[in-house]
């Protein structure tokens, strides 16, 4: 989708969540505060001076909420699709997980179950490098490489040590 295609309310919300997640807003709802407060005096604190900034920040509050919301739903997705696309691409692992955030809780329950399984396998392994090695890694890496098509010449004979 391109910026073109997206729609008025898109492009708004996106904006808005971009300005009101930065340090400007943060400043001009402090200054807000302050001139309020600084007017007290002068409204003799009243009652519809209290009100002034209750009514303020309840709409405030309200539009925000479904702003975040809207933020963190669309973050979720892209993050849910990144690793959808890692599950797909790794050998060896599972398509199941594909989309694991439309299973229900008892499904969910059961992955959990599993996993947990492993975690007590891999605690009972005495060393961290059987079931990690540099070798393994090394190995996963030269058969992308080589499922890539980039011949052997080019990848070096040593990844660089960090």
């Given at each position: ?9 898109e492009?708004f ?14 400043i ?19 009652d519809?001076w ?16 479904f702003?975040?919301?809207r ?22 692992a ?9 299973l229900?809780e ?10 947990r ?46």
């Amino acid at each position: 989708m391109t910026k073109k295609d997206e729609g008025v309310f898109e492009r708004f919300s996106g904006a808005a969540t971009k300005w009101t997640g930065g340090s400007s807003a943060f400043i001009l709802a402090f200054l807000i505060i302050i001139i309020w407060i600084v007017t007290g005096p002068l409204f003799h604190f009243s009652d519809t001076w209290q009100l002034v900034i209750n009514t303020g920040t309840t709409i405030v509050t309200f539009l925000m909420v479904f702003l975040i919301q809207r933020s963190q739903n669309k973050d979720a997705r892209a993050v849910a699709m990144k690793l959808n696309e890692i599950v797909a691409a790794l050998e060896g692992a599972s398509n199941h997980l594909i989309g694991a955030e439309d299973l229900s809780e008892k499904e969910l329950d059961v992955l959990k179950a599993h996993y947990r399984k492993l975690v007590e396998m891999a605690e009972t392994s005495e060393r961290l490098t059987e079931s990690h090695s540099v070798e393994e890694a090394r190995d996963r890496h030269e058969k992308k490489l080589a499922a890539a098509g980039d011949p052997p010449s080019s990848r070096g004979s040593e990844p660089a040590s960090a």
